[in-house]
């Protein structure tokens, strides 16, 4: 559908509010999108037939001054059809513009529109995409291509259509206080307001709450990050405890298998070392009883030395032994100290879960799980089992599965409680985007209310004046009809037919009232566009039947002259 079949010319408010263009009209990538909607809406209703000028994709991207001028006027067309270019380009477009409605007049200038393009080129692409989107509207009006209304959008906008349809039929009967429907639409605007209000109470008072019940269990459960950070930190304590105790139960074996060794060597080197000393007994007694030579005494020193060296020798192994045993007491109670601390950290760690001591609230089947070391390096505890030490705690077979199982409690009611504080989360959610809705509506709805007293002031100044035309006119008709009635009997019957006349035409002006009644709910340019045209068919009928009424008191003065001079002759 053309533009032309629109009934009146493009009306929008002089005094459009000038916004900073936000658009990226720089961006290249934005500026083809644009462009192709242009030259898509340029070419699929006909611009080069109308404007007798051909235009391809490029002359959206880098256009002449003709180009801007044919798309900018014909665009304006298709929003003001009766409109009529009579000055330059550069003088045109920035008024027309603001009566447009147009928010980004700050990026248009006099100086740019004498030769559009290059650097200032978005601008102005801009400028014709908008104008596009203003016709495209217009267009889907024109198609009765309307977006179905919120059932509360209808309900307010029949309560406008209510007050302008009993004003208009007051206006009609020559009524002009209108204060009484301007009180009932705005009686029903207030009540739905409160309605409006009371529901959004409503819902803030269940918002409010949600969000103490959510801080309520917020404070009432531990933290989820703490407990998981626990839960890891006991399982990594519990497996380092008992890879801990895994590597003393191999060095225990192994330093049981040394000291024996070491103790089997002192036995042999003490039995060897008594049999040297049952010997040298049994020399000395044989030198003192026998007669010894030069020779033998050298051959007992040479003995003896090679036992002297033999007893240095075993003595050096015995330090060196010594030794060994000091270092492996070294680590033995280094391996006590790493074991007490593991302990503690047990111990603490186990306290602040609270499933020490036994009976505590968190302890898995109230068993006490403390670990109390009993002496680890005493004589009696050599040899003796991890669990005899750790008095009597099986860590691999009973500790660690009750730890286990209460690490999968936990686990549990962190997933119900993160469960919990989703489903809470999500009513919150919708509770936040109900009572944004609302405010929405609140806040459209006193928009509406302004426009709808802006109209109304706007409709009620045109029908007071429409109406006191109406009257003089009428005041005038009705003398005439009566000085045509005292002075021409004859007229009557066309004087009725012509009542007649009037009343189909009433009957159609009231159809049409019937017609601009189911329209209105459309925007309010619209309502003013419908409004003067009817005020301008109002004029044009009156005029009308001014003119029937003149050439029907010609006629008739004509016609009863004739009749005189007739009788006279008579």
């Given at each position: ?497 012509r009542a007649e006349r009037v009343v189909i035409e009433y009957d159609h002006m009231q159809h049409a009232a019937e017609l601009i009644r189911e329209q209105m709910q459309r ?48």
């Amino acid at each position: 559908m053309t533009g032309g079949g629109r009934g009146g010319g493009f009306v929008a408010s002089s005094t459009a509010v000038v916004l900073k263009d936000t658009r990226p009209i720089r961006d290249r990538a934005y500026q083809n999108m644009i462009a192709n909607s242009v030259y898509e809406y340029l070419i699929n209703n006909n611009f080069e037939m109308d404007m007798k000028h051909s235009i391809t994709p490029k002359s959206l991207k880098s256009p002449t001054q003709k180009d801007f001028v044919m798309m900018f006027q014909w665009l304006y067309r298709r929003l003001d059809p009766g409109y009529k270019f009579t000055k330059s380009i550069e003088n045109e477009v920035i008024p027309l513009m603001k009566i447009a409605g147009y928010p980004y007049l700050d990026s248009l200038s006099k100086s740019q529109l004498v030769a559009v393009g290059g650097q200032n080129w978005g601008a102005y692409l801009g400028m014709l995409y908008w104008l596009v989107e203003i016709a495209e509207t217009f267009d889907a009006f024109d198609n009765k291509d309307y977006d179905i209304d919120e059932p509360e959008d209808t309900e307010l906008n029949q309560i406008v259509i209510n007050y302008i349809t009993k004003s208009y039929s007051a206006f009609l009967q020559n009524e002009d206080d209108y204060s009484e429907y301007e009180s009932e639409m705005r009686e029903a605007f207030e009540e739905r307001i409160a309605a409006i209000k009371i529901t959004t109470d409503e819902y803030a008072k269940q918002k409010q709450k949600f969000e103490e019940e959510l801080q309520d269990m917020e404070h009432s459960t531990p933290s989820l990050t703490a407990l998981q950070n626990k839960s890891e930190a006991l399982e990594s304590d519990l497996a380092k405890f008992q890879e801990y105790i895994d590597n003393m139960e191999k060095r225990k074996t192994k330093w049981r298998t040394m000291l024996e060794n070491i103790n089997e060597e002192l036995i042999a080197m003490e039995q060897e070392f008594t049999i040297l000393e049952k010997e040298k007994v049994s020399l000395e007694a044989k030198i003192a009883a026998q007669g010894l030579t030069p020779a033998d005494i050298d051959t007992i020193v040479g003995q003896r030395e090679q036992l002297s060296k033999a007893i240095q020798a075993n003595d050096v192994k015995s330090s060196e032994i010594t030794k060994k045993l000091q270092e492996k007491e070294q680590l033995a109670q280094q391996a006590l100290d790493s074991l007490d601390t593991a302990v503690q950290k047990y111990t603490s760690l186990g306290y602040r879960i609270g499933v020490l001591p036994a009976g505590a609230p968190n302890c898995p089947e109230s068993k006490n799980f403390e670990i109390l070391l009993s002496a680890p390096l005493a004589e009696e505890n050599l040899g003796a089992r991890p669990n005899a030490i750790l008095n009597g705690l099986e860590l691999r077979h009973e500790v660690r599965p009750a730890l286990q199982k209460f690490r999968m409690e936990v686990a549990a009611k962190v997933h119900k409680a993160q469960d919990e504080s989703i489903r809470l989360q999500s009513l919150l959610d919708r509770v936040a985007e109900v009572l944004a809705d609302k405010r929405d509506q609140l806040d459209t709805l006193e928009a509406q209310i302004s426009a709808a007293k802006i109209t109304y002031d706007e409709a009620f100044e045109t029908m007071t004046s429409d109406a006191s035309s109406s009257h003089a006119e009428i005041e005038k008709l009705e003398r005439k009809i009566q000085a045509m009635r005292i002075g021409v009997q004859d007229g009557r019957l066309q004087l009725e037919q012509r009542a007649e006349r009037v009343v189909i035409e009433y009957d159609h002006m009231q159809h049409a009232a019937e017609l601009i009644r189911e329209q209105m709910q459309r925007k309010i340019s619209d309502y003013i566009e419908k409004i003067v045209g009817f005020k301008l068919h109002v004029q044009a009928e009156l005029e009308a039947h001014e003119n029937f009424v003149v050439d029907e008191l010609e006629r008739q003065s004509k016609r009863s002259t004739g009749d005189d001079m007739n009788h006279d002759a008579s």
